[in-house]
């Protein structure tokens, strides 16, 4: 039997003709999965009806991958600097500017990717950037490949492919209006009211009770993100439709959110770098990519309400996608710092009748770091074997 439709009620003055104008925009931008034959992941169907998708990912995973390939640029020009014995400044080596103009091109990619494809597929491909980072570096800094490396590649890539092709199957055009609608829209706002209520009470015992946990720091950071993800969709999403012929920079709403962009940016940042001076970043980076992963997926389900009519299974599958390219990432990241710190010795072999090992530079921790080592033990053996002679 099929339902029956009634009719709306002809709108009755200007708001009322801007609201339905929006809601039909809605209703023709929203596409929904629908079983039935040739809908797998690999048709032709599907193929069809997820090529916006598609060259979203791309465009992010192209993006991620000429991130990977800038920072370890910047990293060999570090490592290359510090060979020298009178090394400049970092930042005039031609080799660590060149990988900052990559990175703004890698940064660049993913801004596009957000502006054809939803929140909820481009944020967890953030580990792309990890693993293809750990492979660059074994491939041209010449770092150990781990057997960790390698599962952790594996799942990432796993999960990757999981949560493409469990996303939501949303097309959405993000027009000025339809941000506008989603600005003022209940759900965002219970949602912003709490995240400000919690952002608040994080920094207060941050600043006022001087706590520096990592967890604190980088819940901070992603709450921020949430905002830079949904702002920076709706710039994106505003330029590109803008470049069709369907101008969007005339609306207040456009500068609205790339002020918001610019200022979460900024200030995530801050609490990103204070994090990164107090913990090391094999802890800072898999935590960080959760919490920011996390925080976007949340974003883009609450203001784009990019999981509207979603089944279930399709939501536990993306979920578990996620799961598997965090326990990749962390996979990755792991012990990799401790593998790079270089242990300094001397050997004083070739002294005739000495067979030893001394360390240049005394453990961190002890109260002595920082000085040569006390040679008095075997200074003192030596002068004893000269007046035996």
Known sequence: MEPVLMAAPAPTGPEDDDASAVLDELSRNFTYWAPGPGNGSLSGAWYRRNQIHLFGVLLAILG?????????????????LAQKEHPKPYFTSVLWLGGVLLTAIGETGNFAAYGVAPITVIAPLGCVSVTGSAVISVIFLKENLRASDLLGMTLAFAGTYLLVNFAPNI??????????????????????????LIFCILLYFHKRKGMKHIVILLTLVALLASLTVISVKAVSGMITLSMTGKMQLTYAIFYIMLVIMIASCVFQVKFLNQATELYTM???VPVNHVFFTTSAIIAGIIF??????AAFLTVFIYLFGCFLS????????????????QQSFVDFGS????QMLDKIQPDSNGLSYGTLPDGGDSTRGQRGEKKEA
């Not at 784009?304 to 009519?309: A, T, V």
């Not at 965090?326 to 710190?341: A, Q």
């Open 326 to 341: 965090f326990l990749g990432v962390f996979l990755v990241t792991r012990n990799r710092e401790k593998e790079h710190l």
């Open 351 to 354: 002294i005739p009748g000495k």
């Open 171 to 196: 097309t959405q055009a993000i027009s000025a209006r339809t941000v506008q609608y989603y600005f003022v829209g209940w759900q965002f706002l219970i949602y912003v009211i709490l995240e400000i």
């Open 282 to 284: 094999t802890t800072v």
């Open 64 to 80: 991620n991958m000429v991130i990977s390939i800038s920072l370890n640029i910047q990293k060999y020009s570090h490592l290359h």
């Open 304 to 309: 784009y309400q990019e999981f509207l009519g």
